[in-house]
Nanobody, 123 residues
């Protein structure tokens, strides 16, 4: 089994920065795409940014030029650098990874989610 553990959320003033991290751990697995999603109170979960194993990234229009997604494949970790934060960025942020379990036969691919980390931006 694989687990995703997030860290780095918190409270920050408008215009400030935060960096989220998400590390995958487990036995014999391969990570394909990784990404960050967020869910604000009363709203549906939405995509923030994704990154392929090769480093190609994609962003929601609302965060382009403010957020940067990156990954360290050797550490099985994805990051989200968030700059120029706004009150509307307040949400629970979830890490997502498409993972192939190599310990099973045939190898099985599934979506995995972290537990979520709260980001609150005050005005």
């Amino acid at each position: 089994q694989v687990q995703l553990v997030e860290s780095g959320g918190g409270l920050v003033q408008s215009g400030g920065s935060l960096r989220l991290s998400c590390e995958a751990s487990g036995r014999r697995f391969k990570i394909n795409n990784m990404g960050w999603y967020r869910q604000a109170p009363g709203k549906q979960r939405e995509l923030v940014a994704t990154i392929t194993s090769g480093g190609n990234s994609n962003y929601a229009d609302s965060v382009k030029d403010r957020f940067t997604i990156s990954r360290d494949n050797a550490k099985n970790t994805v990051y989200l650098q968030m700059n120029s934060l706004r009150p509307e960025d307040t949400a629970v942020y979830y890490c997502n990874a498409q993972i192939t379990l190599l310990a099973t036969w045939p190898p099985r691919s599934s979506d995995y989610w972290g537990q979520g980390t709260q980001v609150t931006v005050s005005s």
